[in-house]
């Protein structure tokens, strides 16, 4: 990790609000379309329709409440530190504002320290339009999130790609110079014109 002096972009003083709330939208929906899925399902092939339409919403339903569950009931969040691949926005569900989303390749961090050894993992962060506008592909960061549904707790810049291009020597600077071949010496008593006369004879 590096020394250089770390720039805070977004922190939640309360962050297990999100998660709180998150589940409690979640679990009762995930209840409720599972239930009527599996009445749809007993019930085929004259609720082929609804079958299908309830397939299509009671499975993402299921999988965020598990993801909530599991942080609620887990052990906290987490440290990942990492460069930004992508950073996007697009519409949330129903034209009701915008959603802005960070993938970043990131390694866990233990006990303050980057884990070298493990192999990085592309993590989707949703983050706030500051952040979204601060950061850019290539820069690097820490953040501290929920392991399971990846919301952000605090977000911390460590390096911009311009500084760390800037920080990396030139090839110039680094390729070593060049040194001028040694002229031959000439052995002892020898003269100009003994050289010519051994040259030409």
Do not use: C
Request: hydrophobic share 40%.
């Amino acid at each position: 990790m590096t020394s250089q002096p770390q720039r805070i972009l977004e922190q939640r003083d309360r962050p297990r609000i999100p998660i709180i709330v998150r589940t409690a939208i979640y679990v009762p929906a995930a209840v409720v379309l599972i239930g009527l899925w599996s009445i749809a399902l007993l019930s085929l092939p004259g609720s082929w329709f609804a079958f299908v339409v309830l397939s299509l919403g009671a499975f993402p339903f299921a999988i965020e409440a598990y993801q909530g569950a599991a942080d609620l009931l887990g052990s906290g969040p987490v440290t990942s530190h990492g460069m930004v691949e992508r950073n996007w926005n697009k519409s949330r569900l129903m034209l009701l504002g915008r959603v802005h989303y960070l993938l970043v390749s990131a390694r866990p961090v233990i006990e303050g320290e980057v884990d070298e050894s493990a192999n990085p993992t592309r993590l989707l962060f949703e983050i706030q339009p500051l952040t979204a506008e601060a950061l850019e592909p290539g820069d690097e960061i820490e953040v501290l999130h929920w392991p399971h549904t990846n919301t952000v707790v605090s977000m911390t810049l460590v390096e911009r790609v311009v500084e760390r291009s800037l920080r990396r020597p030139s090839q110039s600077e680094s390729r070593p110079e060049s040194k001028p071949a040694a002229e031959p010496t000439p052995e002892p008593g020898a003269t100009p014109e003994s050289e010519r006369d051994a040259e030409t004879g």
